[in-house]
């Protein structure tokens, strides 16, 4: 079964330095997501992609994130400049997208932590 | 704006017991519904989802939610759990007819004991 995945699975980084973490979706799916869960609280949805650009993003989601599907099957959020409260897990997602089926299929996560 | 609101964070049952975890939610339009479960070290993975139809809706190892709009409520049921049933369990809602993001309730960290 195709399944979403995620790299790396564990990154940590100074504050003030900048990370990419890496999501490979579903291959046939169309419609990408990331999401954040800081420990203890509630996973939180950051941004959604479609047709390469971003269809939609949430407050949390600001100058500091970029996403970029830089080639056929990558799809990255990139943090610039990495601040303490940035420490979470960050869940990729995808979807097919294809009318009112919008099932969201979650990879793995990064545990990303920042010293 | 959307919310979620799971109204046990822990739940401590034996097994066999049953199972019922509240969700409700607040939106002003159609929405889709699903659970979600996050096994201890593992992803997050659908368990079931609601789009329209049939309001009582059956998922995976025996789960199943019943979408009851006039109360905004998605609770998630089993009659009978299981030691393996022990995992984070998450409700989410997002807009009929869009691809939104998803928004989560803040989970239900339910533990049974054998």
């Known amino acids: 079964e195709p399944e979403v995945t995620q790299t790396p699975s564990h990154q940590v980084t100074q504050m003030g330095q900048e990370v990419i973490l890496r999501c490979v979706p579903i291959?046939?799916?169309?419609?990408f997501y990331w999401y954040r869960q800081i420990l203890g609280q509630k996973v939180e949805f950051l941004v959604s992609?479609?047709?390469?650009?971003?269809?939609?993003k949430s407050e949390i989601f600001d100058d500091q994130f970029s996403v970029e599907r830089p080639d056929g099957s990558n799809f990255t959020l990139k943090i610039r400049s990495t601040k303490l409260e940035d420490s979470a897990m960050y869940f990729c997602?995808?979807?097919?997208?294809?009318?009112?089926?919008?099932?969201?299929?979650f990879g793995p996560g990064t545990r990303l932590l920042v010293l | 704006a959307q919310s979620v609101s799971q109204h046990n964070h822990h739940v401590i049952l034996s097994e066999a017991a049953s199972l019922e975890l509240g969700c409700n939610y607040s939106?002003?339009?159609?929405?889709?519904l699903f659970w979600y479960v996050q096994y201890p070290g593992q992803h997050l993975q659908l368990l079931l989802k609601?789009?329209?139809?049939?309001?009582l809706v059956k998922g995976i190892k025996g789960f199943e939610a019943e979408f009851i709009k006039s109360k905004f409520s998605f609770n998630l049921r089993k009659p009978s759990v299981q030691w393996s049933d022990t995992a984070e369990y998450f409700c989410?809602?997002?807009?009929?007819?869009?691809?939104?993001?998803?928004?989560f309730g803040k989970g239900t960290h339910l533990i049974i004991q054998p």
């Open positions: 609601y789009f329209s139809g049939d309001p």
């Open positions: 291959s046939n799916h169309l419609y």
């Open positions: 997602a995808s979807s097919s997208g294809t009318a009112n089926q919008e099932t969201q299929y």
């Open positions: 939106y002003g339009g159609t929405v889709n």
């Open positions: 992609f479609y047709n390469n650009e971003i269809s939609e």
């Open positions: 989410a809602v997002n807009a009929r007819g869009g691809a939104d993001g998803l928004t």
